[in-house]
């Protein structure tokens, strides 16, 4: 049976089918061809399957986001598919999950990729969304530092001194690759992705209750619940809320939002920066 007879539908991708990811989806994608992307054929089938199931036109992909070439072949599929108008990018790794050096190479360097291949294709009116994190605010990078990152190319990333230096645990790894992510955004939103006359901006989710926070909240320490008590709505959010602001940023009412960054942490970088809360 053919639920859709509309042709040339608009291309929607979503590059890491997890929690976030799918979320967004369900939110914006109806009545759009949506092409996602991940490593895990277990995840793509599971997700394919619930959206196939409530009516979402889908097609997977594996896909490597640590590695270049698998991304510009899942570009190239993209293009192939129509008018490529949204990008979304919510694969990564957390603290708890891998290496410092796996972090940089899938969260900072892999977004890299992903932002450098979808900035050649996008369609003029297009809308880009790469899901950063609040620890992106947690660990300042020195002002030289950050022009230095911006006026590097994705593969010279992992060779900047600060980087290598200061990544050394998994946690400032994170913070250091969720930083990189604005800064990612910011620089495409002026260079390529201007080129192409698309919008690309990225959200900073703090505490969504995923699984990949169930990998953080069973780590040793007090850190998370610290952190919802500290915090201004003391709560957790799900992965509802964050599609919501998604869904805005990528609509035609975000028109005039580009290369910026919206921090959705319910108050905790807020009560870190002001000194209420001490996270250290
Ligand atoms: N959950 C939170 O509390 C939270 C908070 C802030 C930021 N984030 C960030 O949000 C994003 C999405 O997180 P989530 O909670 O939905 O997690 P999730 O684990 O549900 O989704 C991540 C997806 O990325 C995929 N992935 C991992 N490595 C990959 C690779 N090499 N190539 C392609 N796909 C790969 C995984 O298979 C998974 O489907 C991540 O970047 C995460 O760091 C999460």
């Not at 979402?56 to 992909?61: A, H, R, S």
């Not at 230095?148 to 994705?154: H, K, P, Q, Y």
Request: aromatic share 8%; proline share 3%.
């Amino acid at each position: 049976m053919i639920f859709d007879r509309n042709e040339n539908k608009e291309v929607i991708v979503l590059l890491g089918a997890g929690s976030m990811g799918t979320a967004i989806i369900r939110r914006f994608a109806h009545g759009r061809k949506i092409l996602l992307g991940d490593i895990s054929q277990k995840n793509l089938d599971k997700v394919c399957q619930e959206l196939t199931y409530s009516g979402y036109d889908v097609e997977t992909m594996i896909v490597d986001a640590t590695d270049r070439d698998s991304i510009n072949e899942f570009a190239k599929h993209a293009s192939s598919l129509g008018k490529v108008m949204y990008y979304v990018h919510t694969a990564g790794a957390s603290p708890s999950q891998a290496s410092p050096e796996h972090i940089l190479k899938l969260d900072m360097v892999g977004t890299g990729y992903a932002i450098d291949a979808f900035g050649q294709i996008m369609a003029e009116g297009g809308a880009g969304l790469i899901i950063s994190s609040q620890t992106g605010y947690m660990l300042p990078i020195p002002y030289e530092v950050e022009q230095t990152i911006l006026n590097s190319a994705t593969d010279e990333l992992m060779n900047i001194p600060f980087i290598t230096e200061t990544a050394t645990r998994s946690g400032t790894a994170y913070m250091i690759a969720k930083r990189v992510n604005h800064l990612q955004a910011m620089k495409a939103a002026a260079t390529t992705w201007k080129e192409r006359r698309a919008r690309i901006n990225t959200i900073s989710p703090g505490i969504i209750v995923t699984p990949l926070a169930y990998d953080e909240f069973n780590a040793p320490g007090n850190t998370y619940q610290n952190m919802i008590d500290q915090s201004a709505v003391r709560r957790t959010a799900s992965s509802d809320e964050i599609a919501e602001a998604a869904a805005f940023l990528l609509g035609e009412h975000a028109g005039f939002i580009t290369g910026t960054d919206l921090l959705i942490d319910g108050g905790v970088i807020a009560s870190i920066r002001s000194g209420a809360y001490n996270l250290h």
